[in-house]
């Protein structure tokens, strides 16, 4: 995460000063028994310049209505974590946008009533859980997003799973749609039993029809620890199916440190701790400043899930999770690629599961030097194994000299492609690959797309392109770069919805 860094009032910078030389004397003398001295010496000097953007109400105002399983016995029904999240956004008014500017100059910023930023100009608000129901339900299809997102992030492919005759619910995670500071005080087992809540709905809704589960990134790991704690007996349904978009299930090795550093934020003149980091809100469905503590909680759930995941494995079960679809651009900046093969695929039984795997633009990569020298190591390492009990498939150019893509196929325990299909598709000039949080938006989605609306009233957060002077923006300058769209996203819609069928089919 990109820290951005601001003036520090000298009242703040003293404390600071006075916090650290308490912290010093104690955590170095508590930690240099247990891990390198060099190392916690190094971690010392990098607290020091922890600062970051003044805090604002949303970052640090509680809003206690939200949903924690502790109000097990208050939100017994999907229908009433709906009234608890009702009472919740009539907080978040009260706290949060009731102590935020209004006027032309704040017409990006998410928290100023009435701003272009703001989501409850817009009906429906994508923030908040909602359910398409269907007059021949076919079964039931729940989406879960990801960290810092909210249910905006699969509402196309919740619509189009709807119109092939599915209901759908897309659940709003605790500390989510609301403020940055919602994602302080999350627990995993919070984001747990609110999918708990949910399944049994969606359960009892459609009457012993196959539910499925759909999740981006950290709702990914959800999805599979739900997925596992009902083969185990410990929830139902089962899900009939698991299509993993962008998966968290393993992050990078520094997350082990975020519990530390979410605890010692709690000390004097450290509370800018509290977050990774502190930006503008200006994303009316995303939140850009990330809590400390969130980044515990998805380590902490993907060690889990990964741990489980192997065990499970380890016995001799038939069935180690649900059937498995796993959508993935083979560059991804927010979570472990080699984890995905480690820690989850090689884990699963032959015949049941595939993997759709995103390359890099080739025609791009001869096309330039400015990339590294190997931008896409995932890709050869999936193709190239012949050891992994998954189906492949590569959207990849048909060659190297065109931006024309084709999906190009490998059985499990292979190393050899077994068919080509042209897609009808290619590369947008100047895009060279997918991203992490590309893939469950279609170009044509009106907040990150590929196309700007035609009014200038209207807040676009796609293919944004600003030129200055470096230094000059509050925003980092790898925002702008990130791409926020799917030029292939009818190729994922087309797969997830015949992989839910043809799942859904099996299960009756």
């Not at 349904?237 to 550093?261: C, E, F, Q, Y």
């Not at 509050?474 to 015949?498: G, H, S, V």
Request: glycine share 8%; proline share 6%; charged share 20%.
């Amino acid at each position: 995460m990109v820290q951005i860094t601001g003036y520090s009032p000298p009242g703040v910078r003293q404390a600071r000063g006075k916090a650290m030389a308490v912290f010093k004397s104690s955590w170095y003398a508590r930690c240099s028994s247990r891990l390198p001295g060099l190392f916690c010496v190094a971690f010392l000097f990098s607290l020091q310049g922890c600062g970051g953007m003044p805090l604002q109400p949303w970052h640090t105002e509680k809003l206690d209505e939200e949903f924690t399983r502790s109000k097990a016995d208050e939100v017994q029904s999907f229908d009433d974590y709906l009234k608890l999240e009702d009472r919740l956004f009539d907080q978040l008014d009260e706290k949060v946008y009731s102590q935020t500017e209004t006027g032309p100059e704040y017409q990006i910023d998410r928290y100023s009533s009435g701003s272009a930023a703001d989501p409850r100009e817009h009906s429906p608000d994508w923030n908040r859980s909602f359910e398409l129901t269907s007059k021949q339900t076919r079964g039931a299809v729940l989406l879960l997003h990801g960290m810092s997102d909210s249910p905006y992030s699969l509402r196309a492919l919740g619509q189009a799973f709807n119109e092939r005759g599915y209901r759908v619910l897309g659940l709003r995670l605790p500390g989510h749609g609301t403020a940055p500071s919602g994602l302080r005080y999350i627990r995993r087992y919070d984001m747990a039993a609110a999918v708990q809540v949910a399944m049994q709905h969606l359960d009892e809704a459609v009457n012993g029809d196959s539910v499925h589960i759909v999740g981006y990134s950290n709702g990914a790991a959800l999805a599979v620890e739900f997925a596992l704690d009902a083969l185990e007996g410990k929830t139902q349904p089962v899900p009939a199916s698991l299509t993993l978009i962008s998966p968290a299930v393993g992050v990078h090795p520094a997350g082990a440190l975020a519990g530390t550093k979410n605890a010692l934020s709690n000390l004097p003149g450290l509370g800018g701790l509290a977050f990774l980091s502190i930006q503008q809100e200006f994303d009316p469905y995303k939140y850009n400043s990330f809590a400390t503590n969130a980044g515990a909680v998805v380590h902490d759930l993907t060690q889990s899930v990964a741990r489980r995941i192997a065990d499970r494995a380890a016995t001799d079960t038939e069935i180690v999770l649900p059937p498995v679809l796993v959508f993935k651009s083979t560059v991804d900046a927010t979570v472990s690629t080699d984890a995905l093969i480690d820690r989850l695929l090689r884990h699963l039984r032959p015949d049941r599961h595939e993997l759709v795997l995103f390359d890099v633009n080739r025609f791009a990569v001869i096309a330039t030097r400015l990339l590294i020298e190997d931008p896409a190591p995932l890709t050869d390492r999936v193709m190239n194994d012949a050891t992994l009990p998954i189906k492949v498939t590569l959207v990849t150019n048909e060659n190297a000299n065109t931006r024309e893509v084709a999906s190009k196929y490998k059985n499990p325990f292979s190393a050899d492609v077994s068919g080509e299909k042209r897609l009808g598709l290619a590369w947008p000039a100047g895009v060279v690959s997918l991203s992490h949080v590309a893939l469950p938006f279609p170009p044509s989605d009106p907040l990150y797309g590929q196309y700007p609306p035609e009014s200038d009233d209207v807040l676009f957060l796609g293919r944004v392109s600003l030129h200055g002077e470096r230094g000059l923006m509050q925003i980092p300058a790898d925002w702008f770069f990130r791409l926020r769209y799917n030029p292939f996203f009818d190729c994922l819609e087309d797969r997830a919805l015949d992989w839910v069928d043809s799942a859904n089919g099996a299960s009756m």
